[in-house]
T-cell receptor, first 116, second 114 residues
Framework: NAGVMQNPRHLVRRRGQEARLRCSPMKGHSHVYWYRQLPEEGLKFMVYLQKENIIDESGMPKERFSAEFPKEGPSILRIQQVVRGDSAAYFC??????????????FGQGTRLTVV | AQSVTQLGSHVSVSEGALVLLRCNYSSSVPPYLFWYVQYPNQGLQLLLKYTSAATLVKGINGFEAEFKKSETSFHLTKPSAHMSDAAEYFCAVSAIVGNEKLTFGTGTRLTIIP
């Protein structure tokens, strides 16, 4: 059973371009979480999705960022018109059901976005 | 709101020595607490978690952590360090309700000296 797969692992974009980060959850997992790690900071929650639904997007910047998790295919984190401050590591995690006492989320290796 | 503070961004210990990584939390509600490890070029892996059962939690690879409410701490320990323990360690907290949203500390990079 493959783990959470994120691609690309490294992404370089020029200011003003769009970045699309993909996350394929573990088999049987329908819950996906995105986190961002800025340099010298801890991971910060961005958004929680369950197949085709956004459950909690309280950590998403209000502009330029969007996320989806379609019925088929990976979850996508999309950043439009990237700026230097978007340079960070973006981590995806997945779980088979809502995390709780007996359910944990499994993390991918992350996508490192560099905006030049 | 919850937060965690990890004291020491870099910790070095000799092989065979005690490992102690510090984490203090702040939470207005009873928390869940977690320790994750990240090896180079890999994703975060859960070491252990506290979910209001036993205050001493045992995890994988010989690690354990003790929840101390009076000190608002959840320090990670291992009696004897191995070279393979070299990695970055993250403490995290969540509320019991809405616990899918983790708040992480800034991480501690552990170096093992041969």
């Amino acid at each position: 059973n493959a783990g959470v797969m994120q691609n690309p692992r490294h992404l370089v974009r020029r200011r003003g371009q769009e970045a699309r980060l993909r996350c394929s959850p573990m088999k049987g997992h329908s819950h996906v979480y995105w986190y961002r790690q800025l340099p010298e900071e801890g991971l910060k929650f961005m958004v929680y999705l369950q197949k085709e639904n956004i459950i909690d997007e309280s950590g998403m910047p209000k502009e330029r960022f969007s996320a989806e998790f379609p019925k088929e295919g990976p979850s996508i984190l999309r950043i439009q018109q990237v700026v230097r401050g978007d340079s960070a590591a973006y981590f995806c995690a997945s779980s088979p059901q809502r995390t709780g006492v007996n359910t944990e989320a499994f993390f991918g290796q992350g996508t490192r976005l560099t905006v030049v | 709101a919850q937060s965690v503070t990890q004291l020491g961004s870099h910790v070095s210990v000799s092989e065979g020595a005690l490992v102690l990584l510090r984490c203090n939390y702040s939470s207005s509600v009873p928390p869940y607490l977690f320790w994750y490890v990240q090896y180079p070029n890999q994703g975060l892996q859960l070491l252990l978690k506290y979910t209001s059962a036993a205050t001493l939690v045992k995890g994988i690879n010989g690690f354990e952590a003790e929840f101390k409410k009076s000190e608002t701490s959840f320090h990670l320990t291992k009696p004897s360090a191995h070279m393979s323990d070299a990695a970055e360690y993250f403490c995290a907290v969540s509320a019991i309700v809405g616990n899918e949203k983790l708040t992480f500390g800034t991480g501690t990079r552990l170096t093992i000296i041969p």
